[in-house]
């Protein structure tokens, strides 16, 4: 019975990976909104791993290493083939499309930092690869269902066409490298885990937290792009003078 408690959270890390590599064989197909939908499930269950074990009492050094390995597919490989898609399709020269074959380079340079880097227990060094991940994973969605990207009163159409025409496309290579370049960097940014439910201590959370939920019911799946880039500037208002961002 403890042998296979201790395999839970491995399992649950399998089904990451495993929703990782059908997102990659989706992307390659060209149906980004169904490789969207395999990474987000895989970041869940990126998520619910580690939660598992910790309530399980059954972490381990091995359960750490495979988590990295499914994280580099799912977060790192996958959201390069689709980028590398819709670069590929869209943007003039097309060659700008092997830009985004750095993420999974820098998602595995992150992912080794973060197994080494004991400063990384309740707060992050660094642009986490799922967070990398979701921008996208959201940008690719919308491109094959531009009806998700919010409501109504905002004018989504134009806004649909200045995100995937020829200036648009060059926007998502520049914000490919500096996700790269943040995902390698050491700039401080809080962690999401809630030591209790008091304001004062988690008010950065709960301010993020409400001006996410905003962003997505304002511009929809697109909104999960939007709220990457809110957390990295909420993070950056909030780097205390030692370096350190507030938690």
């Keep these: 019975m403890e042998k296979i408690k201790r395999q839970i959270p491995n399992f649950i890390t399998l089904c990451n990976l495993l929703c990782g590599v059908i997102a990659c064989w989706q992307a390659v197909q060209g149906r980004l909104q169904y490789a969207a939908i395999f990474m987000l499930f895989g970041i869940v269950f990126d998520f619910f ?32 083939f689709i980028l590398f898609n819709l670069l590929l399709h869209a943007a003039t020269p097309n060659w700008i499309a092997f830009v985004a074959l750095l993420i999974p380079l820098a998602s595995a340079y992150r992912l080794a930092k973060f197994n080494l880097d004991t400063r990384q227990s309740h707060s992050f060094r660094g642009l986490p690869t799922p967070a990398n991940a979701i921008v996208w994973a959201s940008i690719g969605f919308c491109f094959v269902c531009p009806g998700w990207m919010g ?32 995902m390698v960097s050491d700039l401080p940014l809080f962690g999401l885990k809630f030591k209790s439910l008091k304001w004062k201590d988690n008010y950065i959370k709960y301010i993020f937290l409400i001006i996410s939920v905003l962003t997505i019911v304002l ?27 507030a938690d």
Excluded: N, Q, W
């Excluded at 050094?61 to 390995?69: A, I």
């Design 49 to 80: 791993d580690g939660l598992v074990a910790r309530l399980l009492k059954v972490a381990s050094p091995m359960g750490k290493e495979l988590d990295s390995l499914a994280d580099l597919v799912t977060s790192g490989v996958a959201p390069a």
């Design 151 to 182: 409501l109504s009163l905002l004018p989504m159409r134009g806004f649909y066409g200045l995100l995937f025409g020829h200036t648009g496309c060059l926007v998502m290579a520049i914000v490919a490298l500096i996700g790269c370049v943040l």
């Design 219 to 245: 511009f929809g799946v697109l909104g999960l792009a939007i709220a990457v880039g809110e957390y990295i500037i909420l993070a950056l208002a909030t780097i205390r003078k030692g370096g350190e961002s």
